[in-house]
C-alpha cells in the first residue's frame, strides 16, 4: 500500500501562485507514475498534470492542455515527494487537488490522464482562486 498525503492549498487572488506537495509512504518503490488531479463543485475529477519515473530512461512530465505554462509537477522518487508550482492562477483553477499514483510506468495521455489508471489517492487539498 502507498499513502499520499496533500498540502498547500489555499485561498488566492486571481493571477497568484500556489505550490501544491505531495508526500507519499508506505510502498513506494511501487511507484513509476505520480499525478493531479482536480474536482470543481459539481464537476467530474479531471487530470491536471503527471510525472513518470522509469529505470533508465528520463522522466516524463504531462499536463492538461488548461495548466500548460502556467503549472509545473516536479518529482523526487528517493524523497517520496512531488510537487506541484501553480503560477497565473484563475478562478477556473478552483477545485479539490488530488495527488495520485500508479505502479506503472505511463507515457501515453490515454493512461496518465485516466483517473482509473491510478492505485492510490491522497485526500485532497482544496484550492480557492478569487477573482
Known amino acids: 500500500q502507498v499513502q499520499l498525503v496533500e498540502s498547500g492549498g489555499g485561498l488566492v487572488q486571481a493571477g497568484g501562485s500556489l505550490r501544491l506537495s505531495c508526500a507519499a509512504s508506505?510502498?513506494?518503490?511501487?511507484?513509476?507514475?505520480m499525478g493531479w488531479f482536480r474536482q470543481a463543485t459539481g464537476k467530474e475529477r479531471e487530470f491536471v498534470a503527471a510525472?513518470?519515473?522509469?529505470?533508465?530512461?528520463?522522466?516524463?512530465?504531462y499536463y492538461a492542455d488548461s495548466v500548460k505554462g502556467r503549472f509545473t509537477i516536479s518529482g523526487d522518487k528517493a524523497k517520496k515527494t512531488m510537487n506541484l508550482e501553480m503560477n497565473s492562477l484563475n478562478p477556473e483553477d478552483t477545485a479539490v487537488y488530488y495527488c495520485?499514483?500508479?505502479?506503472?510506468?505511463?507515457?501515453?495521455?490515454?493512461?496518465?490522464?485516466?483517473?482509473?489508471?491510478?492505485?492510490?489517492w491522497g485526500q485532497g487539498t482544496q484550492v480557492t482562486v478569487s477573482s
Open positions: 508506505g510502498r513506494t518503490f511501487s511507484m513509476y507514475t
Open positions: 495520485a499514483a500508479a505502479p506503472r510506468p505511463y507515457y501515453i495521455s490515454t493512461y496518465y490522464s485516466d483517473t482509473s489508471q491510478y492505485d492510490y
Open positions: 510525472f513518470t519515473w522509469s529505470t533508465g530512461n528520463p522522466n516524463y512530465a
